[in-house]
């Protein structure tokens, strides 16, 4: 299933769920009717290893319905990485506003670095366009500074019109 998922990586998640549907939705219903059938003690390591994929069957399951979601969480656990690194200094945030200031940062930082950019440079470029947008601004020019909607320049954000 990872290797399938690894040669898959760079299509688009239409594509990828495509391939999903031909030819790992086959394989994942080869795995649980083993699981199913598979004779182990419950207390052994396989049978506990078997007894836990059960119990996610239906997250794993999920994966067939959609191209853009990954087969596992490494990801996501490698950005929670930063949180639990970052917890002792949370600690000082002095007060729930400032530990909602802490969120907001860290949350605008992860989603530059998952977009590809450079979150400091990022953030630079966009509290100066930011500062340049008029008091009502227009949805069209706010979501054109989400850090999906950056063309991958040194300065982007401000070559946005």
Same mark, same amino acid.
Request: net charge neutral; with cysteine.
């Given at each position: 299933?990872?290797?399938? +998922?690894? +040669?898959?990586?760079? =299509? *688009?998640? #239409?594509?990828?769920?495509?391939?999903?549907? %031909?030819?790992?939705?086959?394989?994942?219903?080869?795995?649980? $009717?083993?699981?199913?059938? /598979?004779?182990?003690?419950? $207390?052994? %390591?396989?049978?506990?290893?078997?007894?836990?994929?059960?119990?996610?069957?239906?997250? =794993?399951?999920?994966?067939?319905?959609?191209? +853009? @979601?990954?087969?596992?969480?490494?990801? *996501?656990?490698?950005?929670?990485?930063?949180? /639990?690194?970052?917890?002792?200094?949370?600690?000082?945030?002095?007060?729930?506003?400032?530990?909602?200031?802490? !969120?907001?940062?860290? !949350?605008? @930082?992860? !989603?530059?670095?998952?977009?590809?950019?450079?979150? /400091? %440079?990022?953030?630079?470029?966009?509290?100066?366009? #930011?500062? +340049? =947008?008029? !008091?009502?601004?227009?949805?069209?020019?706010?979501?054109?500074?989400?850090?999906?909607? @950056?063309?991958?320049?040194? *300065?982007? @954000?401000?070559? =946005?019109?």
């Amino acid at each position: 299933m990872f290797e399938l +998922e690894r +040669e898959w990586k760079y =299509l *688009s998640s #239409v594509e990828r769920f495509n391939k999903r549907q %031909q030819e790992l939705k086959s394989l994942i219903e080869r795995f649980w $009717k083993w699981c199913d059938q /598979v004779d182990t003690l419950p $207390k052994g %390591q396989l049978g506990k290893a078997i007894a836990y994929a059960q119990g996610q069957r239906t997250a =794993l399951n999920r994966v067939l319905d959609y191209g +853009e @979601i990954d087969l596992s969480n490494n990801a *996501s656990e490698r950005n929670m990485k930063t949180y /639990v690194i970052g917890r002792k200094n949370w600690l000082f945030s002095t007060s729930p506003k400032g530990a909602e200031a802490n !969120t907001i940062w860290m !949350t605008m @930082i992860e !989603t530059a670095k998952a977009n590809g950019l450079d979150p /400091v %440079q990022y953030l630079e470029d966009l509290l100066q366009k #930011v500062s +340049e =947008l008029p !008091t009502f601004a227009k949805n069209e020019q706010l979501e054109a500074c989400l850090p999906w909607n @950056i063309v991958h320049s040194p *300065s982007a @954000i401000q070559n =946005l019109a």
